[in-house]
């Protein structure tokens, strides 16, 4: 079973810092997105990503989130200067769009800790 | 930000009991439902995906969409421990591309 792979599983960084967080998603799906889910609450979408561009956000995802796709396989997070209430689980899917959809396949996760 | 109403329980059945799921909303544009499983800091694990109004089934798992009336179920058969866990709904307007708008879950326990 194909599946989307996310590294690392927990990280801890200081406020202010910079953290990157990396998915590999399915290999013949060809929209990419990030979402995150604060403890107890519901998950959240932040950002999708096709044909190498945004094509969506929310308003949480504001000027200090980016996302890239560096090369043929990786899908990126980063978060420019981490606050404590970017604590949270984020969760990278993809999906396969267009005839033999099958819906969003997200990964298991990075657990971010702020302090 | 669209809204998606999912009572939170939590609900205890015994083993072997019928399981039915719900999930109400109010953004008539949504086409594209779907019911992930999640367990204690995991990743949703996707379930069913279904397009527009019917039922789909899939081993012990049903899913319905009532889009007249805005609605949506999830039923699982002969329920077992192992599938103790929290059920999101989700939806979307179109295939992929955009926002999955989720509920906030609804746990689940089902006791031997």
């Known amino acids: 079973e194909p599946e989307v792979t996310q590294t690392p599983s927990h990280q801890v960084t200081q406020m202010g810092q910079e953290v990157i967080l990396r998915c590999v998603p399915i290999?013949?799906?060809?929209?990419f997105y990030w979402y995150r889910q604060i403890l107890g609450q519901k998950v959240e979408f932040l950002v999708s990503f096709y044909n190498n561009e945004i094509s969506e956000k929310s308003e949480i995802f504001d000027d200090q989130f980016s996302v890239e796709r560096p090369d043929g396989s990786n899908f990126t997070l980063k978060i420019r200067s981490t606050k404590l209430e970017d604590s949270a689980m984020y969760f990278c899917?993809?999906?396969?769009?267009?005839?033999?959809?099958?819906?969003?396949?997200f990964g298991s996760g990075t657990r971010l800790t702020v302090v | 930000q669209k809204e998606v109403e999912q009572d939170p329980g939590p609900l205890s059945v015994p083993e072997g009991a019928i399981v039915s799921l719900n999930c109400t909303y109010s953004n008539s544009a949504f086409q594209y439902f779907m019911w992930y499983r999640q367990y204690s800091r995991k990743g949703p694990e996707l379930l069913m995906y279904?397009?527009?109004?019917g039922n789909k089934e899939d081993g012990r798992f049903t899913a319905q969409v009532d889009k007249s009336s805005k609605y949506i179920s999830l039923f699982i058969r002969d329920s077992q421990p192992s599938d103790s866990a929290t059920y999101l709904c989700?939806?979307?307007?179109?295939?992929?591309?955009?926002?999955?708008?989720f509920g906030k879950g609804t746990t689940l326990s089902v006791s031997s």
């Open positions: 290999s013949n799906h060809l929209y």
């Open positions: 279904t397009y527009s109004s």
């Open positions: 899917a993809s999906s396969r769009g267009g005839q033999g959809a099958s819906g969003y396949t």
């Open positions: 989700a939806m979307s307007a179109v295939q992929a591309g955009t926002a999955l708008i």
